[in-house]
């Protein structure tokens, strides 16, 4: 028997049930149909795992945000407490002011909290000279050592309100 060209059958989808046997049409279009579905499945295979990337990457920018929010909060609620920065003293909200003004300006640079001590909290980026944080109670510390104690507590799960180191 030699093949039909396409036999007569609706223009619908062709089955092994419609399709005519023989007919070099129908069996084109049942591989191509056949493997436009394979295409389909791989791609949503190889698409999930960036997909899940992703939302893996983007998880992690909101938790290192949520940690900066913290630290910066951890220096606005300081009662008492005097940010002295280039010599000259500031009470907590402008020293928290600083830091978002800092933020802000360090822009990509600064993509975790680590980064956020680093180059936002720890020291001038004009004369390098280290900030430091003067509690009510008279004792002093670097605010890199604030900020990173606080850091690990915060990484600890537990906030303690205690903000100035145990003294």
């Not at 990457?57 to 945000?65: D, H, I, N």
Request: aromatic letters at 8%; glycine letters at 6%.
């Amino acid at each position: 028997m030699t093949p039909k060209l396409h036999h007569s059958l609706p223009t619908k989808l062709t089955t092994s049930k419609t399709a005519a046997p023989g007919c070099i049409v129908c069996r084109w279009r049942n591989g191509l149909l056949l493997a436009l579905l394979l295409a389909l499945l791989l791609a949503s295979a190889l698409a999930l795992p960036v997909v899940a990337a992703q939302r893996d990457a983007t998880q992690q920018q909101s938790l290192e945000q949520h940690k900066i929010d913290f630290l910066i909060d951890s220096v606005a609620t300081l009662k008492g407490a005097s940010f002295i920065r280039n010599g000259t003293t500031y009470d907590a909200s402008q020293a928290a002011f600083h830091m978002r003004l800092k933020l802000r300006f360090a822009g990509s640079h600064v993509r975790t909290a680590q980064d956020f001590i680093v180059y936002c909290g720890s020291k001038s980026s004009t004369s390098g000279i280290p900030y430091t944080i003067r509690f009510a109670d008279g004792h002093s510390v670097d605010s890199e050592i604030f900020l990173r104690h606080r850091l690990a507590e915060y990484m600890a799960g537990r906030s303690m309100p205690d903000n100035n180191l145990g003294h």
